[in-house]
C-alpha cells in the first residue's frame, strides 16, 4: 500500500505582493501521520528549491505528514514554520518581511553606560 503523497507548491511574495525570486525555500519532511516503513530504503527528507521568476518553488511529491518550511531571500527576514499537510495538493503563500534592526549588547548601541545604578 502506497503512503498519500501530496504536490507542495510555495509562492513567496514581499510585502507589497510582488515575487521574490531566487529565495532558497528548504522542506524537511518532518513525520508521516501514516506509519508505515520501507526497510532498507531511506526516502528523501530534505529539498531545497530556489524560486523562479513568479516566486513560486514547486516541490517534487512527498509523503503526507508534518513538514517544516524556510525561507531564506536576501534582504528579508527568514521565515520558518511547521505545517501539517493531508492533501493531494497544497499551496502556501508566505509574505517575507523587511529585516529588523540589529542588535547587539557590545559595541556602540549598547546603552549599558548610559545606565544609572539602581539605589
Do not use: C, M, Y
Given at each position: 500500500m502506497a503512503r498519500p503523497a501530496t504536490q507542495i507548491?510555495?509562492?513567496?511574495?514581499?510585502?507589497?505582493?510582488?515575487?521574490?525570486?531566487?529565495?532558497?525555500?528548504?522542506?524537511?519532511?518532518?513525520?508521516?501521520?501514516?506509519?508505515?516503513?520501507?526497510?532498507?530504503?531511506?526516502?528523501?527528507?530534505?529539498?531545497?528549491?530556489?524560486?523562479?521568476?513568479?516566486?513560486?518553488?514547486?516541490f517534487p511529491s512527498i509523503p503526507q505528514g508534518t513538514i517544516r518550511l524556510q525561507v531564506i531571500a536576501k534582504d528579508f527576514q527568514t521565515f520558518g514554520k511547521n505545517y501539517d499537510i493531508d492533501e493531494s495538493q497544497k499551496t502556501i503563500e508566505i509574505g517575507l518581511k523587511p529585516p529588523q534592526k540589529q542588535y547587539s549588547v557590545y559595541g556602540p548601541s549598547s546603552d549599558s553606560s548610559d545606565k544609572k545604578p539602581n539605589r
Open positions: 507548491r510555495v509562492e513567496v511574495k514581499n510585502p507589497s505582493g510582488k515575487p521574490v525570486e531566487r529565495a532558497a525555500v528548504i522542506l524537511d519532511f518532518l513525520g508521516s501521520h501514516h506509519q508505515i516503513f520501507k526497510l532498507g530504503k531511506r526516502e528523501a527528507k530534505h529539498w531545497e528549491i530556489r524560486t523562479n521568476l513568479q516566486g513560486v518553488a514547486n
